[in-house]
Protein backbone atom coordinates (compact mmCIF):
# COMPACT_ATOMS: atom_id res chain seq x y z
CA UNK A 1 0.00 0.00 0.00
CA UNK A 2 1.19 3.62 -1.16
CA UNK A 3 0.45 6.95 0.13
CA UNK A 4 0.90 8.94 -2.21
CA UNK A 5 1.14 13.26 -1.19
CA UNK A 6 2.66 16.37 -1.56
CA UNK A 7 3.34 19.49 0.35
CA UNK A 8 3.43 23.05 0.07
CA UNK A 9 5.50 24.95 2.72
CA UNK A 10 6.20 28.57 3.92
CA UNK A 11 9.88 28.31 2.10
CA UNK A 12 12.43 29.80 4.63
CA UNK A 13 15.32 28.74 6.45
CA UNK A 14 16.18 25.10 6.27
CA UNK A 15 14.64 23.11 9.18
CA UNK A 16 12.12 26.20 10.02
CA UNK A 17 9.93 25.70 7.07
CA UNK A 18 6.10 25.29 8.27
CA UNK A 19 3.32 22.96 6.04
CA UNK A 20 0.49 25.22 3.97
CA UNK A 21 -0.92 22.23 2.30
CA UNK A 22 -1.36 18.74 2.32
CA UNK A 23 -2.66 16.33 -0.35
CA UNK A 24 -2.16 12.51 0.03
CA UNK A 25 -3.61 9.81 -1.82
CA UNK A 26 -4.03 6.02 -0.41
CA UNK A 27 -3.13 4.20 -3.38
CA UNK A 28 -3.42 0.44 -3.72
CA UNK A 29 -1.25 -0.22 -6.95
CA UNK A 30 -4.57 -0.07 -9.12
CA UNK A 31 -6.81 2.76 -7.84
CA UNK A 32 -6.77 5.31 -4.93
CA UNK A 33 -8.76 3.84 -1.95
CA UNK A 34 -8.87 6.99 0.48
CA UNK A 35 -7.72 10.31 0.21
CA UNK A 36 -7.05 13.44 2.84
CA UNK A 37 -6.25 17.00 1.85
CA UNK A 38 -6.32 20.08 3.66
CA UNK A 39 -4.24 23.54 3.97
CA UNK A 40 -2.65 24.19 7.01
CA UNK A 41 -1.98 26.95 9.22
CA UNK A 42 1.84 27.19 9.83
CA UNK A 43 1.81 30.26 12.36
CA UNK A 44 4.71 31.43 10.36
CA UNK A 45 4.58 34.17 7.76
CA UNK A 46 5.07 32.82 4.08
CA UNK A 47 8.02 33.99 2.52
CA UNK A 48 7.42 35.96 -0.56
CA UNK A 49 8.68 33.95 -4.03
CA UNK A 50 5.98 30.65 -2.51
CA UNK A 51 3.20 33.44 -2.53
CA UNK A 52 3.67 34.26 -6.18
CA UNK A 53 4.47 30.18 -6.80
CA UNK A 54 1.87 28.92 -5.22
CA UNK A 55 -0.97 31.44 -4.59
CA UNK A 56 -1.54 30.40 -1.48
CA UNK A 57 -0.98 33.44 1.39
CA UNK A 58 -1.16 34.47 4.74
CA UNK A 59 -4.64 35.67 4.61
CA UNK A 60 -6.04 32.17 2.95
CA UNK A 61 -4.25 29.95 6.17
CA UNK A 62 -5.65 32.70 9.16
CA UNK A 63 -8.67 30.01 9.57
CA UNK A 64 -7.20 27.05 8.45
CA UNK A 65 -6.80 23.99 10.71
CA UNK A 66 -2.88 23.70 12.99
CA UNK A 67 -0.71 21.14 12.14
CA UNK A 68 -1.72 19.21 15.38
CA UNK A 69 -5.28 19.39 14.30
CA UNK A 70 -4.30 17.12 10.96
CA UNK A 71 -1.71 15.20 12.65
CA UNK A 72 -3.59 12.11 14.10
CA UNK A 73 -5.37 11.69 10.46
CA UNK A 74 -2.07 11.97 8.52
CA UNK A 75 -1.20 8.83 10.83
CA UNK A 76 -4.22 7.55 10.53
CA UNK A 77 -3.94 7.35 6.62
CA UNK A 78 -0.35 6.31 5.92
CA UNK A 79 -0.23 3.87 8.44
CA UNK A 80 1.64 0.66 6.91
CA UNK A 81 2.12 2.38 3.61
CA UNK A 82 5.25 3.47 2.04
CA UNK A 83 5.33 7.18 1.31
CA UNK A 84 5.97 8.23 -2.35
CA UNK A 85 6.31 11.49 -3.23
CA UNK A 86 8.38 13.82 -5.99
CA UNK A 87 11.61 14.49 -4.27
CA UNK A 88 10.74 12.49 -1.19
CA UNK A 89 13.13 13.79 1.00
CA UNK A 90 11.72 16.90 1.06
CA UNK A 91 7.99 16.13 1.73
CA UNK A 92 9.36 13.18 3.75
CA UNK A 93 12.01 15.65 5.99
CA UNK A 94 8.70 18.69 6.64
CA UNK A 95 6.57 15.71 7.89
CA UNK A 96 9.03 14.80 10.45
CA UNK A 97 9.86 18.26 11.35
CA UNK A 98 6.10 18.76 12.04
CA UNK A 99 5.83 15.76 14.11
CA UNK A 100 8.77 16.47 16.16
CA UNK A 101 7.55 19.70 16.66
CA UNK A 102 4.57 17.87 18.75
CA UNK A 103 6.94 15.47 20.44
CA UNK A 104 6.06 12.76 18.03
CA UNK A 105 8.71 10.94 15.96
CA UNK A 106 7.19 9.64 12.30
CA UNK A 107 8.72 6.99 10.54
CA UNK A 108 8.06 5.55 7.45
CA UNK A 109 9.76 3.89 4.29
CA UNK A 110 9.32 6.38 1.28
CA UNK A 111 9.79 5.93 -3.15
CA UNK A 112 11.18 9.11 -4.44
CA UNK A 113 9.49 9.01 -8.16
CA UNK A 114 12.64 11.18 -9.11
CA UNK A 115 14.81 8.99 -8.60
CA UNK A 116 12.50 5.73 -9.92
CA UNK A 117 12.03 8.26 -13.17
CA UNK A 118 15.57 8.35 -13.49
CA UNK A 119 15.91 4.60 -13.48
CA UNK A 120 13.39 3.43 -15.30
CA UNK A 121 12.43 6.29 -17.72
CA UNK A 122 16.43 7.40 -18.69
CA UNK A 123 17.17 9.97 -21.05
CA UNK A 124 14.44 12.60 -19.87
CA UNK A 125 15.40 16.16 -20.19
CA UNK A 126 14.22 17.14 -16.77
CA UNK A 127 13.05 15.24 -13.94
CA UNK A 128 10.90 18.02 -12.59
CA UNK A 129 7.61 17.13 -12.06
CA UNK A 130 5.85 19.61 -14.22
CA UNK A 131 8.31 19.35 -17.30
CA UNK A 132 8.49 14.91 -16.65
CA UNK A 133 4.63 14.80 -16.61
CA UNK A 134 4.54 17.12 -19.57
CA UNK A 135 7.08 15.33 -21.54
CA UNK A 136 4.91 11.88 -21.11
CA UNK A 137 1.62 12.86 -21.41
CA UNK A 138 0.30 12.98 -18.35
CA UNK A 139 -2.40 15.87 -17.23
CA UNK A 140 -1.45 18.19 -14.36
CA UNK A 141 -3.41 20.76 -13.12
CA UNK A 142 -3.32 23.07 -10.34
CA UNK A 143 1.13 23.31 -10.70
CA UNK A 144 2.69 23.70 -7.39
CA UNK A 145 -1.11 23.12 -5.33
CA UNK A 146 -0.72 19.81 -3.01
CA UNK A 147 -3.47 18.37 -4.50
CA UNK A 148 -2.32 19.20 -8.03
CA UNK A 149 0.62 17.88 -8.05
CA UNK A 150 -0.79 15.08 -5.64
CA UNK A 151 -2.44 13.46 -8.30
CA UNK A 152 -0.14 13.88 -11.11
CA UNK A 153 2.34 11.94 -9.02
CA UNK A 154 -0.17 9.02 -8.66
CA UNK A 155 -0.45 9.18 -12.71
CA UNK A 156 3.74 8.92 -12.75
CA UNK A 157 3.85 6.64 -9.99
CA UNK A 158 1.28 4.21 -12.12
CA UNK A 159 3.33 4.37 -15.45
CA UNK A 160 6.31 3.84 -13.26
CA UNK A 161 4.79 0.35 -11.78
CA UNK A 162 3.74 -0.71 -15.07
CA UNK A 163 7.37 -0.13 -16.68
CA UNK A 164 9.14 -1.91 -13.73
CA UNK A 165 8.85 -5.44 -15.34
CA UNK A 166 11.64 -6.65 -12.72
CA UNK A 167 9.28 -5.46 -9.69
CA UNK A 168 11.67 -3.65 -8.13
CA UNK A 169 9.47 -0.77 -7.20
CA UNK A 170 7.25 -3.53 -4.84
CA UNK A 171 10.50 -5.37 -3.26
CA UNK A 172 11.72 -2.32 -1.84
CA UNK A 173 8.31 -1.05 -0.58
CA UNK A 174 8.23 -4.08 1.21
CA UNK A 175 11.25 -4.30 2.42
CA UNK A 176 10.80 -2.58 6.26
CA UNK A 177 14.61 -2.31 6.95
CA UNK A 178 15.26 0.79 8.26
CA UNK A 179 17.09 2.00 5.40
CA UNK A 180 19.49 3.83 7.80
CA UNK A 181 20.68 1.11 9.13
CA UNK A 182 23.01 -1.57 7.92
CA UNK A 183 23.69 -5.22 8.58
CA UNK A 184 26.97 -6.52 10.45
CA UNK A 185 28.07 -7.88 7.20
CA UNK A 186 27.87 -4.53 5.17
CA UNK A 187 29.48 -2.76 8.54
CA UNK A 188 32.41 -5.00 8.99
CA UNK A 189 32.86 -4.57 5.09
CA UNK A 190 32.96 -0.76 5.64
CA UNK A 191 36.00 -1.18 8.58
CA UNK A 192 37.91 -3.14 6.55
CA UNK A 193 38.00 -0.56 3.50
CA UNK A 194 40.66 2.20 3.35
CA UNK A 195 40.01 5.94 4.19
CA UNK A 196 42.50 6.77 0.89
CA UNK A 197 42.49 7.84 -2.72
CA UNK A 198 41.78 4.42 -5.07
CA UNK A 199 38.97 2.52 -6.76
CA UNK A 200 36.25 -0.13 -5.49
CA UNK A 201 34.50 -2.91 -6.52
CA UNK A 202 31.06 -4.13 -5.13
CA UNK A 203 30.53 -7.68 -5.80
CA UNK A 204 26.92 -9.85 -5.47
CA UNK A 205 26.65 -13.21 -3.87
CA UNK A 206 27.78 -14.51 -7.18
CA UNK A 207 30.73 -12.56 -7.52
CA UNK A 208 29.58 -10.59 -10.14
CA UNK A 209 31.18 -7.38 -9.88
CA UNK A 210 27.62 -5.19 -10.08
CA UNK A 211 29.27 -1.44 -9.18
CA UNK A 212 32.86 0.04 -9.15
CA UNK A 213 33.81 3.62 -8.81
CA UNK A 214 36.35 6.02 -7.36
CA UNK A 215 36.73 8.11 -4.79
CA UNK A 216 39.24 9.71 -2.28
CA UNK A 217 38.52 7.95 0.99
CA UNK A 218 36.85 4.64 -0.13
CA UNK A 219 35.50 3.98 3.03
CA UNK A 220 33.54 6.64 3.44
CA UNK A 221 32.04 6.53 -0.77
CA UNK A 222 31.11 2.74 0.15
CA UNK A 223 29.43 3.72 3.44
CA UNK A 224 27.33 5.89 1.47
CA UNK A 225 26.11 3.23 -0.98
CA UNK A 226 25.10 1.24 1.99
CA UNK A 227 23.10 4.30 4.01
CA UNK A 228 21.53 6.47 1.49
CA UNK A 229 17.51 6.28 0.57
CA UNK A 230 17.81 6.33 -3.18
CA UNK A 231 16.32 3.50 -5.12
CA UNK A 232 20.01 2.73 -6.77
CA UNK A 233 21.06 2.62 -3.12
CA UNK A 234 18.61 0.72 -1.69
CA UNK A 235 19.18 -1.91 -4.86
CA UNK A 236 22.87 -2.24 -4.13
CA UNK A 237 22.10 -2.52 -0.63
CA UNK A 238 20.30 -5.62 -1.12
CA UNK A 239 22.75 -7.32 -3.48
CA UNK A 240 25.96 -6.34 -1.87
CA UNK A 241 27.77 -9.05 -0.47
CA UNK A 242 31.90 -8.38 -0.75
CA UNK A 243 33.96 -5.06 -1.89
CA UNK A 244 37.30 -5.08 -3.09
CA UNK A 245 39.70 -2.09 -3.94
CA UNK A 246 42.63 -1.34 -5.57
CA UNK A 247 44.57 2.36 -4.20
CA UNK A 248 45.82 4.72 -6.77
CA UNK A 249 47.75 7.28 -4.56
CA UNK A 250 45.98 10.75 -6.82
CA UNK A 251 42.68 11.43 -8.14
CA UNK A 252 43.87 11.34 -12.06
CA UNK A 253 44.76 7.59 -11.88
CA UNK A 254 41.75 6.81 -10.05
CA UNK A 255 39.37 8.58 -12.91
CA UNK A 256 41.38 6.66 -15.59
CA UNK A 257 41.45 3.77 -13.77
CA UNK A 258 37.82 3.75 -13.07
CA UNK A 259 36.78 4.49 -16.91
CA UNK A 260 39.21 1.94 -18.08
CA UNK A 261 37.12 -0.66 -15.44
CA UNK A 262 33.42 0.42 -16.57
CA UNK A 263 34.07 -0.12 -19.94
CA UNK A 264 36.16 -3.59 -19.38
CA UNK A 265 33.67 -5.16 -16.67
CA UNK A 266 30.73 -2.98 -17.21
CA UNK A 267 28.79 -3.13 -14.23
CA UNK A 268 25.69 -3.42 -14.48
CA UNK A 269 24.84 -0.34 -12.22
CA UNK A 270 27.44 1.68 -13.75
CA UNK A 271 26.27 4.63 -15.69
CA UNK A 272 28.61 6.04 -18.48
CA UNK A 273 32.01 7.16 -17.82
CA UNK A 274 31.31 11.38 -17.33
CA UNK A 275 33.62 12.26 -19.68
CA UNK A 276 32.19 10.45 -21.98
CA UNK A 277 28.52 12.24 -21.71
CA UNK A 278 30.16 15.33 -21.08
CA UNK A 279 32.36 16.53 -24.31
CA UNK A 280 29.67 16.97 -27.09
CA UNK A 281 31.85 18.64 -29.76
CA UNK A 282 35.28 19.35 -30.73
CA UNK A 283 37.16 21.97 -32.84
CA UNK A 284 39.07 20.99 -35.55
CA UNK A 285 41.90 21.55 -38.19
CA UNK A 286 40.66 20.39 -41.70
CA UNK A 287 42.52 19.74 -44.78
CA UNK A 288 42.41 23.34 -45.83
CA UNK A 289 44.75 25.58 -44.40
CA UNK A 290 42.90 28.03 -43.49
CA UNK A 291 39.97 26.47 -42.21
CA UNK A 292 38.60 24.82 -38.37
CA UNK A 293 35.50 24.13 -38.04
CA UNK A 294 32.99 22.91 -34.88
CA UNK A 295 31.81 19.16 -35.35
CA UNK A 296 30.33 16.81 -33.27
CA UNK A 297 33.31 14.85 -31.36
CA UNK A 298 34.76 11.98 -32.94
CA UNK A 299 37.99 9.90 -32.68
CA UNK A 300 38.49 9.69 -36.30
CA UNK A 301 39.69 13.58 -37.08
CA UNK A 302 42.43 15.56 -36.14
CA UNK A 303 41.06 17.30 -32.40
CA UNK A 304 42.27 21.04 -31.14
CA UNK A 305 40.32 21.15 -28.39
CA UNK A 306 36.53 19.44 -27.00
CA UNK A 307 33.41 21.23 -25.92
CA UNK A 308 30.84 20.33 -23.59
CA UNK A 309 28.21 22.45 -25.20
CA UNK A 310 27.78 25.00 -28.57
CA UNK A 311 27.43 27.82 -26.24
CA UNK A 312 30.83 26.73 -24.53
CA UNK A 313 32.16 26.85 -27.93
CA UNK A 314 31.01 30.32 -29.29
CA UNK A 315 32.44 31.41 -25.75
CA UNK A 316 35.53 30.12 -26.75
CA UNK A 317 35.30 31.36 -30.42
CA UNK A 318 35.14 35.09 -28.94
CA UNK A 319 38.21 34.56 -27.04
CA UNK A 320 40.38 33.45 -30.51
CA UNK A 321 38.45 36.74 -31.81
CA UNK A 322 39.39 39.04 -28.63
CA UNK A 323 42.90 37.74 -27.82
CA UNK A 324 44.53 35.98 -30.84
CA UNK A 325 43.03 38.85 -33.79
CA UNK A 326 41.72 36.40 -35.63
CA UNK A 327 38.36 37.64 -36.79
CA UNK A 328 36.17 34.72 -38.16
CA UNK A 329 32.75 35.08 -40.08
CA UNK A 330 30.57 32.68 -38.31
CA UNK A 331 27.52 30.78 -40.23
CA UNK A 332 25.24 28.56 -39.04
CA UNK A 333 25.58 25.10 -40.63
CA UNK A 334 23.34 22.03 -38.88
CA UNK A 335 23.46 23.69 -35.60
CA UNK A 336 27.10 24.34 -35.92
CA UNK A 337 29.54 27.12 -36.18
CA UNK A 338 31.43 27.18 -39.27
CA UNK A 339 34.76 30.05 -38.88
CA UNK A 340 36.06 31.52 -41.78
CA UNK A 341 36.21 34.83 -44.32
CA UNK A 342 33.83 35.54 -47.20
CA UNK A 343 34.90 31.85 -48.42
CA UNK A 344 34.42 30.41 -45.61
CA UNK A 345 37.41 30.43 -43.89
CA UNK A 346 39.12 32.24 -41.16
CA UNK A 347 39.57 36.11 -42.03
CA UNK A 348 42.25 38.42 -41.45
CA UNK A 349 42.69 40.11 -37.99
CA UNK A 350 40.30 42.67 -36.78
CA UNK A 351 43.42 44.76 -34.85
CA UNK A 352 44.81 45.19 -38.52
CA UNK A 353 42.78 44.98 -41.56
CA UNK A 354 45.20 44.66 -44.20
CA UNK A 355 46.44 42.05 -42.51
CA UNK A 356 44.37 39.59 -45.11
CA UNK A 357 47.30 37.38 -47.00
CA UNK A 358 46.59 33.83 -46.81
CA UNK A 359 50.45 33.13 -45.18
CA UNK A 360 49.12 35.45 -42.09
CA UNK A 361 45.80 33.59 -41.78
CA UNK A 362 47.69 30.33 -41.93
CA UNK A 363 50.20 31.48 -39.37
CA UNK A 364 47.62 32.73 -36.83
CA UNK A 365 45.58 29.55 -37.29
CA UNK A 366 49.09 27.72 -36.88
CA UNK A 367 49.31 29.77 -33.55
CA UNK A 368 45.83 28.98 -32.26
CA UNK A 369 46.31 25.34 -32.87
CA UNK A 370 49.68 25.11 -31.66
CA UNK A 371 48.60 27.16 -28.14
CA UNK A 372 45.51 24.79 -28.07
CA UNK A 373 45.92 21.44 -29.08
CA UNK A 374 48.32 18.14 -27.56
CA UNK A 375 48.01 16.32 -31.37
CA UNK A 376 51.51 14.91 -31.82
CA UNK A 377 52.57 16.08 -28.88
CA UNK A 378 54.08 13.76 -25.92
CA UNK A 379 52.62 14.66 -22.20
CA UNK A 380 54.49 13.57 -18.70
CA UNK A 381 52.81 14.38 -15.66
CA UNK A 382 54.33 13.13 -11.86
CA UNK A 383 51.92 12.95 -9.02
CA UNK A 384 52.15 11.11 -5.65
CA UNK A 385 52.03 8.00 -5.40
CA UNK A 386 50.64 5.44 -2.99
CA UNK A 387 53.07 5.65 -0.21
CA UNK A 388 55.28 8.69 0.53
CA UNK A 389 58.41 7.93 -1.16
CA UNK A 390 56.30 6.93 -4.59
CA UNK A 391 55.74 9.02 -7.59
CA UNK A 392 52.58 7.92 -10.48
CA UNK A 393 53.51 8.80 -13.89
CA UNK A 394 51.12 9.40 -16.84
CA UNK A 395 52.93 8.77 -20.40
CA UNK A 396 50.69 10.52 -22.96
CA UNK A 397 51.93 9.64 -26.42
CA UNK A 398 50.63 11.44 -29.77
CA UNK A 399 47.36 12.34 -27.71
CA UNK A 400 46.64 9.36 -26.60
Not at 206 to 216: D, F, P, R, V, Y
Not at 280 to 291: A, D, F, H, Q
Request: hydrophobic share 35%; with cysteine.
Amino acid sequence: MYAILDLESTGGKYGEEGITEVAIYKFDGEEIVDQFGSLINPERKIEPFVIKLTGINNDMLRYAPKFYEVAKRIIEITEGCTLVAHNAKFDYRLLRTEFKRLGYTYQRQTLCTVELSKNLIPGMPSYSLGKLVKNLGIPITDRHRAFGDAMATVRLFKLLLNKDLKKEIIGLATNRIDPTKRNSSQLNIVKSLPTETGIFYIYNQTGEIILLGKSTNIRRKVNDYFIKNTLKAKIIQKEAASVSYELTGNKLIATLKENEEIHRLQPKYNDQPAHEKSFRYGLYRTEKSNLIRLEKLTSQKELITPFKSLIQAEHFIKHLIQDHGIAPKSIATNNLIRIGDASNSIGSSHQNPTSNSSAAVQKKLQAVIDHYSLCQENLLIVGPGRQPAEKSILLFENHL
